[in-house]
Nanobody, 128 residues
């Protein structure tokens, strides 16, 4: 059974930084596409950043480019999101997600429905 467990959320002031971690277990495929999503109150869940195993290709939504960095440690079965220059609009619950993915295939940011494994989320709150 695949499990994804997020950690590292918290409350920071605008301009601050946080590093989210996602510990994965139960993976049986050789390659995955992994992502960080977020959902703010009253808004739809949106992908923030995606990384592909093998190529390590990364994709970000425009609002976080230059501020957030996604990284993957395959040996530790972990996913990270370094978030710098946080702004109040980054306030949301952040989710780790994964889906088995063929090596060498990169479609940018896949649709939300493509991801089959989800963590329970970690709250990030940024105050002005």
């Amino acid at each position: 059974e695949v499990q994804l467990v997020e950690s590292g959320g918290g409350s920071v002031q605008a301009g601050g930084s946080l590093r989210l971690s996602c510990a994965a277990s139960g993976f049986t495929h050789a390659s995955y596409c992994m992502a960080w999503f977020r959902q703010a109150p009253g808004k739809e869940r949106e992908a923030v950043a995606v990384v592909y195993d093998g190529s390590d290709n990364q994709h970000y939504i425009d609002s976080v480019k230059g501020r957030f960095t996604i990284s993957r440690d395959v040996a530790k079965n972990s996913l990270y999101l370094q978030m710098n220059s946080l702004q109040p609009e980054d306030t949301a619950i952040y989710y780790c997600a994964a889906v088995p993915w063929p090596v060498g295939s990169d479609i940018g940011i896949p649709p939300t429905a493509a991801f089959v494994y989800w963590g329970h989320g970690t709250q990030v709150t940024v105050s002005a």
